[in-house]
């Protein structure tokens, strides 16, 4: 593999930073949004529904096969409060966004690799 030129030095250090810009002012602060309204949407979650309990009866329920398991989720879902139901949605909703946004920094990073 060649060395690089000084020309290809300074090119590389410049898109280094141009990557940080972008990085810092277009993903940071969607992160840091969603995890903000995750953590609010959790707060509510977590004074409404007794979280070990809910463990212990999903053990149990898992315990027997997969059909009782999942019937469980279901019903325990449906059983609770709209709050909650909006919480736990909110929950993964944005959870699921907060992953999209680290792939695809992962991937524009990944680029800066290629030639």
Same mark, same amino acid.
């Given at each position: 593999?060649? =060395? ?5 030095? @300074?090119?590389?250090? +410049?898109? /280094?930073?141009?990557? *940080?810009? /972008? ?5 940071v ?11 609010? *949407? ?6 409404? +529904? ?6 212990e009866? *999903?053990?149990? $329920?898992?315990?027997?096969?997969? /059909?009782?398991?999942?019937k469980?989720?279901? =019903? $325990?879902?449906?059983? =609770?409060? =709209? !709050? +909650?139901?909006?919480?736990? !949605?909110?929950g !993964? ?8 946004? @680290?792939?695809? $920094? !992962?991937? *524009?990073?990944?680029?800066? @690799?290629?030639?």
């Amino acid at each position: 593999m060649p =060395t690089p030129t000084l020309n290809e030095f @300074f090119k590389n250090r +410049v898109l /280094w930073k141009v990557y *940080a810009i /972008w990085f810092m002012r277009r993903i940071v602060p969607l992160i840091v949004a969603q995890i903000v309204i995750l953590l609010i *949407a959790l707060r509510i979650f977590a004074n409404k +529904v007794f979280v070990g309990k809910v463990l212990e009866n *999903a053990t149990g $329920a898992a315990d027997s096969n997969l /059909w009782e398991f999942i019937k469980y989720i279901f =019903t $325990a879902f449906f059983g =609770t409060h =709209t !709050l +909650v139901q909006i919480a736990i !949605l909110l929950g !993964l909703g944005i959870s699921s966004l907060i992953l999209r946004d @680290f792939g695809r $920094a !992962l991937i *524009a990073y990944l680029n800066t @690799f290629r030639r």
